[in-house]
């Protein structure tokens, strides 16, 4: 089946440092999306892409859908403390709306 | 409306005993999703509700599971037999059928279930 590859698994930010996150697929993507899960929440959606080449920004986030149709990433700019959680990226299927999304990035502040 | 809410936050189960976890959506959605999510993983389809019919179920949706949507509104997840193997986080998610990408689908999560079996 399909698989979705996030790097890195986790990372530690400094506050005010730019940090950079990609998702791979093994097959080619029509939409991607980016959400935001907080300890004990939901996750929420951050960003969603939907061709490739777009590039799309919310806030200090920034996305691009990559040419392959096969990658994406994101990039967090002048981190905040409140950056801190797991960013998942997933494909929403058109017939039935399900997701599938990555194994996470876990962001983390530095000591 | 206040979003998509899910009952209990937490629950914590002995081995054997059956469980049952509660979703309100959001009344206009009429799609309904549940998600399984374990430790250090994304979440993962289990099923899905448009108004009371379930149209689809995952393979991970043994036959100890079952969900239903009586009346196209809330939904339970009932857990048969809990294996220690069940315990993760339960997600409900909701959105608008047909969907609309300028309203990013309109797919919200629930605060999930946390299950522990014991």
């Known amino acids: 089946g399909q698989q979705l590859n996030q790097s890195p698994q986790s990372m530690f930010i400094q506050e005010g440092e730019d940090v950079s996150m990609n998702c791979t697929s093994s097959?080619?993507?029509?939409?991607w999306l980016w959400y935001k899960q907080d300890p004990g929440e939901g996750p929420v959606l951050l960003i969603a892409?939907?061709?490739?080449?777009e590039l799309t920004s919310n806030g200090r986030l920034t996305a691009q859908f990559g040419i392959t149709r096969k990658d994406s990433f994101l990039n967090i700019s002048a981190s905040i403390p409140s950056d801190v959680g797991i960013y998942f990226c997933?494909?929403?299927?058109?017939?039935?709306?399900?997701?599938?999304f990555g194994g996470g990035t876990r962001v983390l502040v530095k000591p | 409306d206040t979003g998509v809410s899910q009952d209990p936050r937490h629950k914590i189960t002995k081995r054997g005993q059956n469980v049952t976890f509660r979703c309100d959506p959001i009344?206009?959605?009429?799609?309904l999703y549940w998600y399984r999510q374990t430790l250090g993983q994304g979440p993962e389809f289990l099923t899905y509700?448009?108004?009371?019919?379930?149209?689809?179920k995952s393979r991970l949706l043994s036959d100890r599971f079952s969900a239903e949507r009586p009346k196209g509104s809330f939904s339970t997840l009932e857990i048969q037999r809990t294996e220690q193997g069940d315990s993760a986080m339960y997600l409900c998610?909701?959105?608008?059928?047909?969907?609309?990408?300028?309203?990013?689908?309109?797919?919200?999560f629930g605060s999930g279930t946390r299950l522990t079996v014991v």
């Open positions: 998610a909701s959105s608008s059928v047909p969907y609309r990408r300028d309203l990013d689908y309109g797919y919200t």
């Open positions: 009344s206009e959605h009429n799609r």
């Open positions: 097959s080619i993507f029509n939409t």
């Open positions: 997933a494909e929403i299927k058109a017939a039935g709306n399900k997701l599938t």
């Open positions: 892409l939907y061709k490739a080449g």
């Open positions: 509700f448009q108004n009371e019919a379930q149209l689809e």
